[in-house]
């Protein structure tokens, strides 16, 4: 009998991966800044009044330092956590660890020699995406982070689905597959530059007046509609499907813990980080008669706030559950022994105030515990930042935020409101009488340039729209991150994306 060779060739496959993550990240953040780039070109001249450009100027350079250190923060965790995880490695097989980088024991030293970085090997032995994931799931201090990162990605998917739909902003999935492979607060305000720079709906020919068309692009985009039903930027599905898919998203979420190191682990993760792209795939595999063409958009803000209601109601229902069981279990016992001089064991016990200040340090602490945890929950930390700032930025309403946080809130119909000042400023005053002059009246008639001017939907649709023209609103600011503190980022997230939906 042969005998059986132990030491195989390591696969190159794992190396490949995460090589690819890298360089799609690169690809992704490219493909995204041509998408901005373009909705700047597009900017109509009634955005470029003296007041609008120095406020747009601001706000985007505000939101890129946010993406740019969101993106800092991902990388700089990233990069502890494959340190920590290979030097583990390193110890449990017995490889000798690098002392420079280029020296005798350099870890990019050419050649075979001690301390050479193993990273093939390393990969090949360590999980290394479902050890940090699994490590974010298992313990539930830990998992109270991860979740409402999660939180944050389901809400956000939502309003980059529908709000980019409106705007006719392309390449949505690069937004929300950035979300993933980055994390969601650099997503997120790179999504908020691209808001800020299409204050009105895209004109279809938006490739030929900006002269950012791709080889082969008109081929596609013929080929792409052939396949794929195309439905009309004010047409809506039924505000039922999205609310499927969101619990279908907040279900594999909610047994992610429970498949914590078991053989379903994979699945359930792999199903929790694809339903966020559900609600994009929703107005091209729903059947036109299952959904609504609204002729102004004011006409679909109660369904903007079910779909947006229904994210705050689960997440609020989960947040408090994780919550409730992370100081649960973080709780120390009423009492504890210490050595004293005279007693040996002295019996100590602890008041209840302490046990509870003591659980949530040990919760709001775990960020600190591991850099996997410490990833998601500074995603978190800038995320919530963000919306806070985006809330002033937009100057959104307070009472818009307060019914989509809390369900019983009374409604007010402001769109519709908003729908008839619009709509009044249209209307055409009587045409006045003419002049009585002296003799014979003119024969010629009146040029048909003399004729009243009516708006077209279009400009109606786009005064809708439009930017926001007042200063930051901080006291906003203020009433969302109270919000967030208090109910959680998904609650939050979902409360200012609702305003944001039906402010304009």
Known sequence: MAPIEIDQDPSLLPALQLGGHILLTSCLTALVSRTIYRSYLALLPSSATRHRQPLRRNHVRIFISLAFLGLITAGWFGVSGASLSYRVWAIERGVELPDSLFGDKGAFRLGQHPGRFEIIRWLNDTPFYRDNLEIVAENTRYFWWGQQANFALNSFSTYVAIKGRRRNISNLWAFILLGQLVNVSFAQNLWFVAILLTPVPLPENVDVLTDTRRVFGSVHKLWFEKIVPQRAHDWLPSSGFYIASLISGYSALFLTPFAANTSSFGTVALLSVSLPFAPLLLPYIIPEHWGTTYDHPHEAHSSYTKIFRSISIISSILHFR???????????????????????????????????????????????????????????????????????????????????????????????????????????????????????????????????????????????????????????????????????????????????????
């Open 322 to 504: 994780t919550t409730g069981l992370a100081l649960l279990y973080n709780t120390p016992d009423n009492h504890y022994y210490r050595h004293s001089l005279l007693h040996p064991l002295e019996k100590v016990y602890r008041s209840n105030t302490n046990r509870a200040f003591t659980a949530v340090e040990r919760v709001f602490g775990a960020i600190s515990d591991h850099p996997a945890v410490a990833s998601v929950g500074y995603d978190v930390i800038l995320s919530g930042l963000s919306l806070g700032t985006w809330a002033a930025v937009r100057g959104l309403d307070g009472i818009e935020i307060l019914r989509v946080v809390i369900p019983w809130m009374k409604k007010i119909k402001a769109g519709v409101k908003v729908k008839e000042e619009v709509e009044g400023i249209y209307k055409l005053s009587d045409t006045p009488s003419p002049i009585r002059r002296r003799g014979r009246p003119r024969k010629s008639t009146r040029s048909s340039q003399d004729a009243a001017y009516v708006p077209t939907a279009t400009a109606t649709t786009n005064l809708a729209e439009g930017d926001h023209d007042e200063d930051e609103d901080w006291e906003i600011a203020a009433l969302t991150w109270g919000v967030l503190s208090a109910t959680g980022l998904g609650v939050g997230s979902a409360g200012v994306y609702g305003a944001e939906m039906t402010a304009r």
